[in-house]
């Protein structure tokens, strides 16, 4: 299956700050997606993006294809937006799957 | 939201017991899949289905069982559960082969 590294495992912020998430895979894909998990277990859907630039609020992803490659801004950051994020890829060929990584822990403090 | 829901939320269980976990959707939606969440791995595919009584393995689908005999249920089935199967499952659902929407998990605990 497709290797996926998200960086960095964990990120502790003050409220206010800016921070990026990466994620890198090893194959091409046709499916990218980044999720925030709450700490209630939910997995909320935040992009569908397996290439190009797509904003949302305060959020922001972009996909560079080629270079295998995903990021995720967040902006102004706030507490609500603690938890972990997971980004996500489908390979080209074969089972319609996911490949997750392990995430990105994030703690926003006040 | 997609409309998934997944029951039971939590159960607990004894080893070689059988358990059969469901995952119910109003979206019609052909694909559905499972999923399971251990620390330090992500989620990984248990089993998918692409639409009624057509199912597949994923990468992790040794000692579970699947089924789907109407569109809007998918039921995953431990035949004999064991301890290492202490995990939480997912239920995704997706309308193409692109963007998958999850369930709210079922927290399984095998004693």
């Known amino acids: 299956g497709i290797q996926v590294e998200q960086s960095p495992p964990d990120l502790i912020l003050q409220e206010g700050a800016n921070s990026t998430l990466r994620c890198n895979f090893s194959d091409s894909v046709n499916n990218l997606q980044w999720f925030h998990q709450n700490p209630w277990g939910q997995l909320i859907n935040l992009f569908y993006?397996?290439?190009g630039t797509k904003q949302n609020g305060r959020l922001s992803a972009t996909t560079v294809a080629t270079e295998r490659y995903s990021l995720l801004y967040i902006s102004s950051s706030q507490t609500t937006d603690s938890g972990v994020y997971f980004c996500?890829?489908?390979?080209?060929?074969?089972?319609?799957?996911?490949?997750f990584g392990t995430g990105t822990r994030l703690t926003v403090i006040p | 939201d997609a409309g998934i829901t997944q029951s039971p939320r939590h159960k607990v269980t004894e080893t070689g017991t059988p358990v059969t976990l469901r995952c119910h959707q109003t979206?019609?939606?052909?694909?559905m899949y499972w999923y399971r969440q251990d620390p330090g791995h992500g989620l990984r595919l248990i089993h998918y289905s692409y639409g009624v009584k057509d199912t597949d393995k994923g990468e992790v689908s040794d000692g579970y069982s699947v089924s789907r005999s109407k569109t809007e249920d998918f039921l995953l089935t431990l035949e004999s559960a064991t301890s290492s199967q202490t995990s939480v499952y997912f239920c995704?659902?997706?309308?193409?082969?692109?963007?998958?929407?999850f369930g709210p998990g079922t927290r399984l605990t095998v004693l």
């Open positions: 995704a659902i997706s309308e193409t082969i692109r963007e998958q929407f």
């Open positions: 979206e019609n939606h052909r694909y």
């Open positions: 996500a890829v489908g390979p080209l060929t074969g089972a319609n799957n996911l490949f």
């Open positions: 993006i397996p290439s």
